[in-house]
C-alpha cells in the first residue's frame, strides 16, 4: 500500500514492505546536549568545601531606575521575533485573513501576533496582554509602537466566522509545511528528500466550562459543561498538526476521519509513509477507513467487543510468545550493565497500606503475545490484530486472612502496519501514544491553550488557533536552532531558559540592539540561535 524498499529481486516473490523504524528522540534532561555546567566551571565559594558560612549573604541592596534604554525580562522574544521574520508570519496572516473593515491601527496579524506571543512569554488570559503593552523592550524588538487591549483582543476573536477560521488555519497549516521543509533539509541534509516515518497520535481532551453563555457547549459524559476538542500531534516532539474544538457530548473519534483526510496529505508530502495511533475510541470503520483511503498505516488499541475472549483461547499455546514491556526491558539491559551497581529496593508503602487496609491488590505476573487475523464486520478488510494476555494475581481480604486468586485479562490492538513490525514491536509503538497526555496536560498548565475567553465559539476555535501557533512557536525553535534535548522540556521550563532573561533593547544606526545578560546562564545558547535564524 505505502511505498517501501523490497529485498527480493523483481523476478522472485516479493516481501511484505519495509518500514523504517524512527530512532528515539532525546528525551527530556539537562545533562543530554550539554546545558549542564560543567562540575570545574562551577562558581564554588571562597574556601569550600570548608567554608563558615552560608553561600546566600542577603547584602543591603540599592535600588534606582535606568530611563537611558528600555529594560525588558523577556530577552528571550528576540528568537521569535526572528522567527515570524524569517517565515514572514505577518504577511501570510495579512494575505489571508480579513476581519478588519479598517485598520485603525491594527492589521490582522497585529491581534494574532500579539496575541500569540502573550502566551508564548506565559500569558493565561487576554489581560495578561497588557503586561506586553507596556514593556517598552518587547515593544522595539517587535518594531511596534503599541499592542492592542485585552479588551480590543476579545473583539478581534469575536468576529470570526467559519471562513476567515479555514483562513487562519490554512496559514498554520502553510506555515507548519514550510518548518517542516527546513527542518527535513536539516536532518536529511538534502532539499528535497523524504523523512521516514511521521507518527501522529489522536486524542480529545474535556475541557470543563463555567461560563453558562458559551455558544457550543454542552454535556460531557461526566456530565459536566464543556468542550471536547480533538488534537493531533506529532509523536516525541508534540507538535500539533490539527486541533478542532467541539462540543462536550460528541465522542472522541468524531470528525477524525475527517482531519485525517486533511492531514495526510500534508504529511505524505513531507514523510514517506504516516502512522496514527489513538485509544479505543478511535477503533472505528470510519476511522480505519480515512487511514486506508490516505494510504497511512493506523495502530489503535482495540474495543473489548463480547465475543474477544472466546477468540483468545482459541489461539494454541504455541503461538503466544513471552513479553515483557519496553520499559522493563530497558531496565533489564541496564542492570545488565557492569558498571551498574544494583541499589536495594525499598518497601512497597503502597501495597502494605492497601494490605493493611483490605483494599484488593491486583499485580502484573506475566504476560504473553499473540497474533490472528481479523476482518472488520460489513467489510472485506483483514487487519491485523494482536492480543496481549496477561496473567494477574488479586489478592483481597484482611490481613491475616487474604485470599490469593489468579485471573487472565486481555488488551487488544487492531492495526494495518507490515510484517516488517513484529507483534511486541506493534505492542511497544501503540502505546508510545500515551505520552500525548503530557503533551495535552501542558497545552493546559503551560500555555493556557484551553482557557475559551469569549462566549462565541468560533472564537473560542480561533483561540485554539492562535494557541497553536505559539505552542509550535516554542517546537520549532527547539528543533531549528536549540539544543535537541529542548523539544521535550515542559513550557515552565523553556521559560526560565529561552524566555526569561534580561536584557536592554537600544536603537543604534537604523538597527535594534539587544543586549543579553551575560550572567544568564543560557546566554550562549541563544546567541547561537540568534545566528542561525537569520537569513
Given at each position: 500500500m505505502l511505498t517501501g524498499k523490497c529485498k527480493q529481486p523483481c523476478n522472485t516473490v516479493r516481501k511484505a514492505f519495509q518500514v523504517k523504524k524512527r530512532s528515539a528522540h532525546p528525551r527530556a534532561s539537562h545533562v543530554n546536549s550539554g546545558t549542564s555546567v560543567?562540575?570545574?566551571?562551577?562558581?564554588?565559594?571562597?574556601?569550600?568545601?570548608?567554608?563558615?558560612?552560608?553561600?546566600?549573604?542577603?547584602?543591603?541592596?540599592?535600588?534606582?531606575?535606568d530611563e537611558d534604554a528600555p529594560i525588558t525580562a523577556y530577552g528571550g522574544v528576540m528568537l521569535a521575533a526572528d522567527f515570524l521574520r524569517r517565515f514572514g508570519v505577518a504577511k501570510r496572516l495579512d494575505g489571508a485573513?480579513?476581519?478588519?473593515?479598517?485598520?485603525?491601527?491594527?492589521?490582522?496579524?497585529?491581534?494574532?501576533?500579539?496575541?500569540?506571543?502573550?502566551?508564548?512569554?506565559?500569558?493565561?488570559c487576554l489581560e495578561d496582554m497588557a503586561k506586553l503593552q507596556g514593556d517598552e523592550g518587547v515593544l522595539r524588538m517587535l518594531k511596534a509602537c503599541r499592542l492592542p487591549d485585552p479588551t480590543t483582543g476579545g473583539d478581534f476573536l469575536r468576529r470570526f466566522d467559519q471562513a476567515s477560521l479555514g483562513e487562519l488555519r490554512r496559514v498554520n497549516d502553510g506555515l507548519q509545511d514550510d518548518v517542516w521543509k527546513v527542518i527535513g533539509r536539516k536532518q536529511t541534509g538534502r532539499r528535497k528528500r523524504k523523512r521516514d516515518l511521521a507518527v501522529v497520535d489522536m486524542d480529545g481532551h474535556f475541557k470543563e466550562l463555567y461560563g453558562v453563555q458559551k455558544e457550543g457547549a454542552d454535556f460531557s459524559r461526566k456530565g459536566q459543561w464543556s468542550y471536547h476538542p480533538l488534537v493531533f500531534s506529532l509523536a516525541g516532539v508534540g507538535e500539533t498538526v490539527a486541533v478542532r474544538n467541539r462540543p462536550g457530548n460528541v465522542q472522541s473519534f468524531e470528525g477524525a476521519d475527517e482531519e485525517i483526510d486533511c492531514c495526510a496529505p500534508r504529511l505524505h508530502e513531507r514523510f514517506r509513509n504516516v502512522l496514527f495511533r489513538g485509544d479505543s475510541d478511535f477503533d472505528r470503520p470510519v476511522v480505519r477507513e480515512a487511514c486506508e483511503r490516505n494510504k497511512a498505516y493506523f495502530a489503535f488499541v482495540s474495543r473489548q467487543w463480547s465475543d474477544r475472549p472466546q477468540m483468545a483461547m482459541k489461539v494454541p499455546d504455541f503461538a503466544w510468545k513471552p513479553y515483557r514491556s519496553k520499559s522493563q526491558r530497558e531496565r533489564d539491559a541496564h542492570r545488565a550493565r557492569k558498571e551498574v551497581r544494583r541499589r536495594k529496593r525499598k518497601r512497597n508503602n503502597k501495597r502494605r497500606r492497601a494490605r493493611q487496609r483490605g483494599y484488593t491488590d491486583l499485580s502484573l505476573v506475566t504476560q504473553w503475545v499473540a497474533e490472528v487475523p481479523y476482518t472488520s464486520p460489513g467489510t472485506d478488510k483483514t487487519y491485523r490484530l494482536v492480543i496481549r494476555k496477561q496473567l494477574l494475581e488479586e489478592e483481597c481480604?484482611?490481613?491475616?486472612?487474604?485470599?490469593?486468586?489468579?485471573?487472565?485479562?486481555?488488551?487488544?490492538?487492531?492495526?494495518?502496519?507490515?510484517?516488517?513490525?513484529?507483534?511486541?514491536?506493534?505492542?511497544?509503538?501503540?502505546?508510545?501514544?500515551?505520552?500525548?497526555?503530557?503533551?495535552?496536560?501542558?497545552?493546559?498548565?503551560?500555555?493556557?491553550?484551553?482557557?475559551?475567553?469569549?462566549?462565541?465559539?468560533?472564537?473560542?476555535?480561533?483561540?485554539?488557533?492562535?494557541?497553536?501557533?505559539?505552542?509550535?512557536?516554542?517546537?520549532?525553535?527547539?528543533?531549528?536552532?536549540?539544543?535537541?534535548?529542548?523539544v521535550r522540556w515542559e513550557w515552565k521550563r523553556f521559560r526560565l531558559a529561552f524566555v526569561y532573561i534580561a536584557a536592554k533593547v537600544v536603537h543604534r544606526a537604523r538597527q535594534v540592539l539587544v543586549r543579553l545578560a551575560g550572567s544568564h546562564r543560557f546566554s550562549a545558547p541563544i546567541l547561537e540561535a540568534h545566528v542561525k535564524l537569520q537569513v
Open positions: 560543567p562540575h570545574d566551571e562551577l562558581p564554588w565559594p571562597d574556601g569550600w568545601p570548608m567554608r563558615d558560612r552560608p553561600v546566600i549573604g542577603n547584602p543591603k541592596l540599592q535600588a534606582e531606575t485573513v480579513e476581519l478588519l473593515k479598517q485598520h485603525n491601527p491594527y492589521h490582522e496579524s497585529d491581534h494574532i501576533i500579539a496575541q500569540a506571543m502573550n502566551l508564548y512569554v506565559g500569558g493565561t481480604g484482611k490481613p491475616g486472612q487474604r485470599e490469593l486468586w489468579q485471573r487472565y485479562r486481555y488488551r487488544w490492538v487492531i492495526t494495518n502496519l507490515p510484517r516488517s513490525y513484529n507483534a511486541q514491536e506493534v505492542i511497544d509503538e501503540t502505546y508510545q501514544r500515551c505520552d500525548q497526555e503530557n503533551f495535552i496536560e501542558q497545552m493546559g498548565s503551560g500555555l493556557a491553550m484551553w482557557r475559551m475567553p469569549v462566549r462565541e465559539f468560533d472564537g473560542n476555535c480561533a483561540w485554539l488557533e492562535i494557541a497553536r501557533l505559539a505552542w509550535n512557536l516554542g517546537k520549532w525553535l527547539a528543533q531549528l536552532a536549540l539544543p535537541d534535548e529542548v
